[in-house]
């Protein structure tokens, strides 16, 4: 009887000890939560419209590298440059759809979707870029980017395009006036485009991998972008005229579809987010000072370059007054007070 009890508490209690130290040693692995956990091997595809040698090429190169380094070489970001993967609204699109990872697009193609973008497309807010980068960076900035997930988005902060110049191939504009009649490719924006209308020019929206070949071929006399991309895509070679308007400021929105973020553990999506502050923050640097270089080197390259007086930018925003009172009411007037407030504090400080 003895031995009975003995073998029946044998065959009881020890796959009950065997179980527990299963349980205590492979939990790490074995629970759903902690399977999640960690960093698994992904490759993430992130496309951008502007050439390898565009701060936000070098920017986005960056990015890849921060991101190989944090995961210990387990997310493979492989960028393409050029619009390889289509124009802003389409990899927008694609993020959206899941077929992409990221891209980093001007904040301009948003406004469809999101109207409140359309503030930085308001042309003379800021005079130069620390008064950009606090509106961005801040409080105001940040509403923005929470708008983005009900649009399959997520946004993990603000890299720099710049301030936007014109070159054409009719004659210098100094002036107001001198935009008369300027047929002037600009982005799909109604701001921008009402913008010009209210200055005389007839803009032309056009996606950006055709404006060299539209400048080329005359279908168009000009076109406004940062000097950085004026430079980096050769305008230099097919318009004879720059003038510094610096009428608008440009971010670019970091974006990342949602779709591909909610895959993510929490270790993951830090990693992007901390890589992507880090390279944005070396790319705005980079951009600045490119953007000095980029002057000298299209005037070196046979551009006429010509300045656009203070008093002549304060007629010219005198005349588009109306468009933006006009976009101002659609996006809020309060949320428009609060990027002007923003601007004034930091002009006072």
């Known amino acids: 009887m003895k031995k009975a009890t003995r073998k029946w508490i044998i065959a009881c209690v020890v796959p009950a ?22 960093i698994k ?10 050439n390898e040698d565009h701060p936000e090429g070098q920017g986005l190169k960056k990015f890849a590298e921060l991101v190989s380094e944090k995961s210990g070489g387990k997310l493979k970001v492989i960028p393409y440059y050029a619009a390889q993967l289509g124009d802003d609204k389409k990899m927008t699109e694609a993020l959206q759809a899941g077929t992409q990872e990221i891209t980093i697009p ?3 193609p948003l406004v469809g979707d999101i109207k409140e973008f359309a ?3 308001f042309p003379f807010v800021f005079n130069e870029e620390k008064e950009a980068h606090a509106v961005l960076d801040g409080p105001l900035g940040q509403k923005l980017l929470e ?12 890299w720099e395009n710049g301030f936007r110049n014109l070159t054409n191939s009719k004659h210098p504009v100094a ?23 209210a200055l005389g020019a007839n803009p032309s929206p056009m996606a950006f991998s055709e404006v060299f070949s539209a400048l080329e071929s005359r279908t168009v006399d ?35 579809g949602k779709k591909f973020w909610d895959q993510l553990s ?27 270089r980029a002057l000298d080197e299209l005037k070196a390259a046979g551009m006429q370059v010509n300045d656009v007086s203070p008093e002549e930018k304060a007629r010219m925003q005198e005349i588009i007054k109306p468009v933006i009172d006009k976009f101002a009411k659609e996006i809020g007037e309060d949320l428009v007070k609060e990027m002007y407030d923003e601007v004034a504090k930091v002009r006072n400080n």
């Open 222 to 256: 000009g076109q406004e972008n940062p000097l950085a991309t004026i430079k980096s895509n050769k305008y230099n070679e097919v318009q004879q005229y720059l003038s510094l308007t610096k009428h608008v400021y440009t971010p670019f929105v970091f974006l990342v």
């Open 106 to 108: 001007s904040t301009s």
């Open 17 to 38: 000890l065997l179980l527990l130290a299963g349980c205590g040693g492979g939990a790490a692995t074995s629970s759903p939560t902690a399977a999640a956990a960690g």
């Open 147 to 158: 708008k983005l997930p009900e649009h399959n988005l997520i946004g993990l902060g603000y």
């Open 175 to 197: 002036k107001a006036e001198d935009f008369q009649g300027l047929k002037i490719r600009t982005m799909q924006n109604e701001v921008h485009l009402q913008a010009f209308q």
């Open 41 to 50: 091997e992904r490759t993430i595809k992130a496309g951008i419209g502007l």
């Open 266 to 292: 929490a270790e993951e999506q830090q990693i992007l987010r901390d890589a992507a502050q880090e390279a944005g923050k070396y790319e705005r640097e980079l951009n600045f000072t490119e953007n000095q």
């Open 119 to 121: 503030m930085f497309d």
